[in-house]
């Protein structure tokens, strides 16, 4: 059961563009929301994050939209650099479960 | 200040043989997870671990096993491995209180022959 899902397994994207990268979930229980960025060979690392009371979270070029009726959030990159060729992964966690469940990942590639 | 450091970062094993991995995390973090990435299948909750005690489990066979210790620093092993065991092993620390924001290691590649 794939709690969380990323649908498009990859995104090309203009250099100064914009890049949004989308994450469904069916648990109305999850508190907050976060997305990863992971390059080849390397862990992912934290980008941002938004709690399940918030519907925007914004960190520089990066914004995180949360649709909780539609259990839908997005990762807006504006504008996109060559840089962000990564793959972003969205996670979910619930207080008290000290468990996240992650995406199976979104590959964006920026296009010079 | 150190990231999260994992050992060793490729291993080739057969099937049947176990394997132990390595983890330390961010000194003052107290929580450890662990996750298996799979391609198609994203990052795998294994179990997670805070102050020496398995706090969460994942939906994995009981090959998979883990262990803190005192000073943090976690082990995985996979007993009886098998070729779908291959995979990229991540493991991640957090303060493990109210903060949910895990930061990761470069992972182990492990193959299974």
């Known amino acids: 059961d794939q709690q969380v899902k990323q649908n498009s397994p990859s995104l090309s994207v203009q250099e100064g563009r914009i890049s949004i990268l989308n994450c469904d979930y069916t648990n109305s229980m999850f508190d907050y929301f976060l997305w990863y960025k992971k390059y080849p060979a390397e862990g992912p690392t934290f980008l941002i994050s938004?709690?399940?009371?918030?519907d925007k979270n914004e960190d520089g070029r990066f914004t995180v939209f949360l649709n909780k009726s539609a259990k839908h959030l997005s990762l807006h990159i504006v504008p996109s650099q060559p840089g962000d060729s990564a793959v972003y992964f969205c996670?979910?966690?619930?207080?008290?479960?000290?468990?996240?469940?992650f995406g199976t990942g979104t590959r964006l590639k920026v296009l010079a | 200040k150190a990231g999260v450091t994992q050992t060793p970062r490729y291993l080739i094993k057969t099937r049947g043989q176990q394997v132990t991995l390595s983890c330390s995390p961010i000194s003052g973090h107290r929580s450890v997870s662990w996750y298996q990435q799979t391609p198609g299948q994203g990052l795998q909750f294994l179990f997670e671990y805070f102050s020496e005690t398995q706090r969460n489990k994942g939906n994995f066979p009981g090959r998979f096993s883990g262990r803190q210790f005192s000073n943090s620093r976690s082990e995985m092993n996979v007993s009886t491995l098998e070729l779908g065991d291959s995979a990229l092993y991540l493991c991640a620390s957090s303060l493990g209180g109210t903060s949910n924001e895990q930061f990761f290691g470069p992972g182990t590649r492990l193959t299974v022959l």
């Open positions: 996670a979910a966690w619930t207080s008290g479960t000290y468990k996240y469940i």
């Open positions: 938004i709690s399940s009371i918030k």
